[in-house]
Structure formats: C-alpha cells, structure tokens
C-alpha cells in the first residue's frame, strides 16, 4: 500500500465550478499536510499547508484535513483557467534534525475550460 | 529573486556516463533536498542535507551521490548513467525553522539517459 493515493485524473471541468481534489494517507507519523501546483515544466509551489485537522481558507482556496480518516482535500471555488496545472498533495514528517521529508501523491492534472 | 537555480535545464546521456547537476540558493537556507519525479508519479527523494559538510540519504539514493561544501550550493553527481534514471530532477532548500516550513522547488532538470 503506497503511504499517500491521490486520484491522478486527469479532471477537466468548465470555468466558475467547484473544485475537489482528495488524498489519502496511510502514515499516522504525518504531522504537515500540503498542497502544491505544479505547471507544465516547472517546478512545485506551494499552495497551502496546514498542521491539524479542520479547514484552512486562502481566497478561492480551502484545505481540509481529517487526521482521523486519513484524508486530506483542497476545493477551489469560482475556478479559473488560470488554475488549470498539476495539483500534488503532500505530507511530511521530520527525518533529523529539522529536515523534512515529504512523501507526495502521484499528482491530479486539471484542467478549467473557458 | 533567484530562488532555487539548477542547471542544465536539459540534458542527454548516454548510457555509462556521468554528470552532475547543479543546485544553487540564495536564500540562506540550511536544508536542500534532491527528488525525482516521473510522468504520472509524485516525487521521491533522493538525499538531503541539514547543512554544509552533512548529507544523507533519501527513498532513493542508488546511483547517485552529493556534495555540500557550501550552505548555497548541493550538486548532485550521476554515475554510470542507466535508462532508469531517465526522469525530472528538482532541487529543494527549506530554512531552518523546524517542521512546516516552506519547501522551495527548482525549475527542475530533464535527463534522458539513452
């Protein structure tokens, strides 16, 4: 069983809907919970992150996270074409000394049709 | 507002040669990190470092080797070039604030081993 599933897509979806994107995990260890995009040929950004289960908002963005199912989602609402890009769901743990190691899923490609 | 800089940004080799790929930063941060990333795969590491002079090694470490002598710098070499190492590598560096702190991605590096 892989530590972290995300549903690779690809997802496509008209502009202005709602969006979910969702991974589950398999590693209690995990303390952080992240989400970045990733565009075509470049490198991951960070998107959000978040430390204990309930809701994070950032604008048009919210994090999910129940510890206690092992799942994590992000919605986008009023979504844009601009937010058309590879979403990878990440956790981390501690190796040593302060260094993370981040464990992603295998990534969901969307795509916002205008 | 450099960041993360790797080169080369593309690379051909040939099978039983070797290469290093570059990893600068220019923010200071004590953590750098090595993954790779293939098509419809998340990343997996492959070594960190917690500073200058100290490196260990990730998920995936077969193959490859680093260097930190400088807190900017993290190269890693390829040796024995193998088709199997055909992927996307990115460079990652963090600061030194303990667990959930930014992990800032390269622009990443496209090796095809032939």
């Known amino acids: 069983q892989k530590e972290v599933e995300q549903d690779p897509g690809p997802l496509s979806v008209p502009e202005g809907a709602i969006v979910s994107l969702n991974c589950t995990y398999s590693?209690?260890?995990?303390?952080?919970f992240m989400w970045y995009r990733q565009y075509s040929r470049k490198g991951p950004e960070l998107l959000m992150y978040?430390?204990?289960?309930g809701n994070k908002e950032d604008g048009r963005f919210t994090a999910q996270v129940d510890k206690s199912s092992k799942y994590i989602s992000l919605f986008i609402r009023d979504s844009q074409p601009s937010d058309s890009a590879t979403y990878l769901c990440a956790m981390s743990a501690i190796i040593i000394q302060g260094a993370q190691k981040l464990v992603f899923g295998q990534g969901t490609r969307l795509t916002i049709n205008p | 507002n450099a960041g993360v800089t790797q080169t080369p940004k593309f690379r051909i080799l040939k099978i039983g040669q070797s290469m290093t790929l570059q990893c600068a930063q220019d923010?200071?941060?004590?953590?750098m990190y090595w993954y790779r990333q293939d098509p419809g795969m998340g990343l997996k590491l492959i070594y960190y470092s917690v500073g200058a002079g100290i490196t260990d090694k990730g998920e995936v470490p077969n193959g490859y080797n680093v260097s930190r002598s400088t807190t900017e710098d993290f190269p890693l070499r390829l040796e024995l070039a193998a088709p199997s190492q055909t992927s996307v590598y990115f460079c990652a560096s963090s600061s030194a604030t303990g667990g959930g702190n930014t992990i800032y991605f390269g622009e990443g590096s496209w090796l095809t081993v032939v």
């Open positions: 923010m200071n941060h004590n953590y």
């Open positions: 978040t430390y204990s289960s």
């Open positions: 590693n209690s260890a995990f303390q952080y």
